[in-house]
């Protein structure tokens, strides 16, 4: 199998020269819980002063948990492994995903800085106010943004925990097939369902080729 990465070990490669870009570009796998916890709290604060009952605030919660695996799928399949063919997009594929292949075992990269999920989570937070309302909305995005955690630091578990529980056993080796196999299959990380759903398992894309052939 050829080589796909850089480098096996955890370390960081510099990618900015600024200092200050530097030092938010590589994160403790603590910071998003840090940044995130407390605004998954204020939103549950803002959905019940705003009148959202607790049964609909945990339908909403638990509802947006889920869409956060389709999401998850979306933004990993068609936004981190995006093609580029300008130098630019090359170089902005690079800095949001392209780093994370090169270096998959830089624990300071496995988790997404506040600095690139914020914008992503206003966009998200938007689409959710415009189409749900202001007293719905706070609930979904704390669900939202608690589906987004569990990701996280499941990513990085996947990367340096050793697991003997099946289910993170099976997960585990879904992303490494995915970084060390075929980067074009695996997009879900928390979730194996949309790669079903879409036929980007890898068992699923194998048996489709033998049917062909």
Not at 8 to 29: A, G
Not at 56 to 78: C, I
Not at 197 to 210: D, I, Q, S
Request: aromatic residues 18%.
């Amino acid at each position: 199998m050829a080589r796909n990465f850089v480098s096996n070990k955890d370390e960081s490669v510099r990618l900015f020269t600024n200092p200050i870009l530097h030092m938010f570009s590589h994160v403790h796998w603590s910071t998003p819980l840090i940044f995130w916890v407390p605004v998954v709290c204020y939103s549950l604060y803002k959905g019940f002063a705003n009148g959202a009952s607790v049964l609909a605030t945990g339908g909403l919660f638990v509802a947006a948990m889920g869409f956060w695996t389709f999401a998850e799928y979306l933004l990993h399949r068609y936004i981190f492994h995006y093609h580029a063919t300008t130098e630019w997009g090359k170089r902005i594929s690079f800095l949001t995903h392209g780093v994370h292949h090169d270096y998959p075992n830089d624990s300071k990269r496995l988790v997404m800085p506040p600095l690139l999920g914020a914008p992503i989570a206003a966009v998200f937070y938007l689409a959710f106010y415009y189409t749900l309302g202001s007293t719905y909305m706070h609930p979904f995005f704390a669900g939202f943004i608690t589906g987004y955690l569990i990701y996280d630091m499941m990513h990085y578990a996947l990367h340096h925990a050793k697991f003997t529980n099946p289910f993170f056993q099976e997960m585990k080796t879904h992303h490494m097939v995915h970084h060390y196999n075929d980067a074009e299959s695996g997009f879900g990380v928390s979730s194996k369902l949309w790669d079903v759903v879409f036929r980007t398992l890898f068992v699923a894309k194998r048996r489709a080729v033998e049917q062909e052939a």
